[in-house]
C-alpha cells in the first residue's frame, strides 16, 4: 500500500498531486545558462512519469554563480522564457513546477562531470570551456589546486540578494509554483553558514547569527519577491559530518529563523562542504538523511523534504505514513526509471491514457498467458 505517499498535499495555493518530489539534479547541458529541448524532455519524463513536483537543477542567479558551463541560468528574461516552456509543459501534466535557485560560491568554475569533476584548468579552454573568477565568504580554496575564491564584499552581498530577487521574479513570470534557495552541498550559502568555510570578521560572519545573516537576507529578499500564495523550500545540508563543522542544532536554529520568514519546507541533505583532504563522512545507506527531515519536523513547525537513497516506494511510504517527512524526494532512482512515482501507484489508473489504457489491456493478455 502506498496510500499515504499518493494523497494530495497543500503548500499555500499550490496542490501537489502526490508526496514524491523530483529534487534538483544539475545536468550540465545549458548553452549559456539557456534551458534547450534537452531540459524539455528530460524534465517532462518526471511530470508524465507521476511525480507530484519536479524541481529543476541548481539554476545560478548571475553567470559567475554556475558550477560548470553547463549550468542553467535565470540572470535574463531570455532564460526566464525557456525556462517557462518547460514550467507549462509539468503543469499541463499534472505536476507542479519548482526551480532551484542557487549561486555555487567556491564551487563555482568546475569541470562537468565526466570531464573531471574538478576545477576548471588549461586543458579544459579546447572545449571552450575557460576558468573565470570566483567568490566566497572567505578565500578558502575547496582543495588543494583549486582557485582561492575573493571575499565578497557587502556591496557584491546587497548585489546577489538583489539578483536572487530578480530571478524569482522570473521565476514567477516563467509559471514556477515552487522555489528552493539552495544553501546546501558545499554551494555559496552553505558556505556563509558553515564556520568551517565563513572565517569573516564583519556581522556576515562569526556566531550563528552572523553566518545566517546573508542566508537569511536573501531567503527574506526571495519571500518578498515570491507571490504570497505560492511555496518557498529551501534546501540544507543538516550536517557537515565534519569535525568543527554545521552541527544539527545549527540547522535547527536555521530552520527556526527560516520558518519566521515564511519559508513552507526544508529540503534536508547533508555534507558537501568540503574537498578530498577532509572529505565528508555521513554514512550512506538507504534513507540516511531521513532523521534530518524527521528532526526538523519534531523540533521546529516547518514542514520537511526527506532525500537521499530513498530508492522503493513501500521505503517512502513508511516515511510518510509515520510522520517522518511530508515530502520524499527521489533523484537518482527517478533518472534510472522516470515512471517510478507511477509504478508505486500499483495500477495503471493513473498513468497518462496514452500509455495506460494500453498497459491496462496488455496486464490482461499477461494474465491470460
Ligand atoms: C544532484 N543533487 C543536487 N542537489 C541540489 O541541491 N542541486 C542540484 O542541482 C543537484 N544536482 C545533482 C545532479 C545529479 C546528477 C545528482 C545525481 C544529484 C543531489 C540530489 O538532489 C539528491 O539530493 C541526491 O542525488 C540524493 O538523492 P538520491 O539520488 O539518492 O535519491
Not at 161 to 177: H, L, P, Q
Request: glycine share 12%; hydrophobic share 45%; aromatic share 8%.
Amino acid at each position: 500500500m502506498t496510500a499515504r505517499l499518493f494523497e494530495p498535499v497543500n503548500l499555500r495555493g499550490v496542490t501537489l498531486r502526490n508526496r514524491v518530489v523530483v529534487p534538483p539534479m544539475c545536468q550540465y547541458s545549458a548553452e549559456d545558462g539557456v534551458a534547450g529541448d534537452y531540459h524539455l524532455v528530460h524534465y517532462g519524463r518526471f511530470a508524465l512519469g507521476g511525480a507530484g513536483l519536479v524541481i529543476l537543477e541548481a539554476t545560478a542567479v548571475v553567470p559567475e554563480g554556475r558550477i560548470t558551463h553547463g549550468d542553467l541560468g535565470l540572470w535574463s528574461e531570455a532564460h526566464g522564457e525557456a525556462l517557462a516552456r518547460i514550467a507549462r509543459f509539468l503543469k499541463a501534466q499534472g505536476a507542479a513546477a519548482g526551480v532551484q535557485l542557487g549561486h555555487a560560491g567556491r564551487k563555482a568554475s568546475m569541470q562537468r562531470p565526466w570531464y573531471g569533476n574538478g576545477p576548471l584548468g588549461p586543458e579544459d579552454l579546447a572545449r571552450g570551456d575557460a576558468p573565470w573568477e570566483i567568490v566566497a565568504p572567505s578565500p578558502v580554496a575547496m582543495d588543494e589546486g583549486w582557485l582561492v575564491p575573493a571575499e565578497l564584499t557587502p556591496a557584491a552581498m546587497a548585489a546577489l540578494t538583489g539578483a536572487f530577487a530578480a530571478a524569482a521574479g522570473r521565476a514567477e513570470r516563467s509559471g514556477f509554483d515552487v522555489i528552493e534557495l539552495h544553501c546546501a552541498h558545499g554551494y555559496l550559502l552553505h558556505s556563509f553558514l558553515s564556520p568551517l568555510t565563513n572565517h569573516r570578521t564583519d556581522g556576515y560572519g562569526g556566531d550563528r547569527a552572523g553566518r545566517m545573516r546573508l542566508p537569511l537576507e536573501i531567503a527574506r529578499a526571495l519571500r518578498a519577491a515570491w507571490p504570497a500564495d505560492k511555496p518557498l523550500f529551501v534546501r540544507v545540508s543538516a550536517v557537515d559530518g565534519i569535525e568543527g563543522g554545521l552541527t544539527l542544532d545549527d540547522t535547527l536554529a536555521f530552520a527556526r529563523e527560516l520558518e519566521g520568514i515564511g519559508v513552507d519546507v526544508l529540503d534536508c541533505s547533508s555534507g558537501g562542504l568540503a574537498g578530498s583532504a577532509t572529505a565528508a563522512r555521513v554514512r550512506r545507506d538507504y534513507g540516511f538523511q531521513v532523521g534530518f527531515a524527521e528532526a526538523v519536523k519534531r523540533e521546529t513547525g516547518i514542514a520537511a523534504m526527506a532525500v537521499g537513497l530513498i530508492v522503493d516506494p513501500a521505503q517512502a511510504e513508511t516515511i510518510v505514513a509515520e510522520g517522518r517527512a511530508d515530502l520524499v524526494a527521489v533523484g537518482r532512482e527517478a533518472l534510472a526509471d522516470p515512471n517510478w512515482a507511477l509504478r508505486g501507484t500499483g495500477g495503471y489508473a493513473a498513468w497518462p491514457q496514452q500509455a495506460g489504457w494500453w498497459l491496462e489491456r496488455r496486464a490482461g493478455d499477461i494474465e491470460r498467458l
